[in-house]
Nanobody
Framework: DVQLVESGGGSVQAGGSLRLSCQAS????????MAWFRQAPGKEREPVASIGTGGGFLLYTDSVKGRFTISQDNTKSTLYLQMDSLKPEDTAMYYC?????????????????????WGQGTQVTVS
């Protein structure tokens, strides 16, 4: 079974940092697009950052550029999101997601419908 398990969420004060992790299992961690999405109450799910498993095609939504960093450890099949200078508007449930094998990232965010597998989410609250 494919599993994406997020961890690292929590409550922090504005200006603080958190590091989210997403452990993937049951998939070959290659030739895919990996991404972080978030969904705040009453809002649509939005992409935050994405990266190809080959390391290219890094993308960030404008509101997090310069504050968040997406990375991965292919040997551990783990995706990360380092979040610095957090703001209250970053409060949301954060999800990691991956596409099917051989569907890579593009130079614009892929739609959520292209991501076949999703984690259960981890809550980030900034006050």
């Amino acid at each position: 079974d494919v599993q994406l398990v997020e961890s690292g969420g929590g409550s922090v004060q504005a200006g603080g940092s958190l590091r989210l992790s997403c452990q993937a299992s049951g998939i070959e961690y290659r030739s895919r697009c990996m991404a972080w999405f978030r969904q705040a109450p009453g809002k649509e799910r939005e992409p935050v950052a994405s990266i190809g498993t080959g390391g290219g095609f890094l993308l960030y939504t404008d509101s997090v550029k310069g504050r968040f960093t997406i990375s991965q450890d292919n040997t551990k099949s783990t995706l990360y999101l380092q979040m610095d200078s957090l703001k209250p508007e970053d409060t949301a449930m954060y999800y990691c997601a991956t596409t099917r094998f051989a569907l890579g990232c593009d130079w614009k965010f892929l739609p959520a419908s292209d991501f076949r597998f999703w984690g259960q989410g981890t809550q980030v609250t900034v006050s």
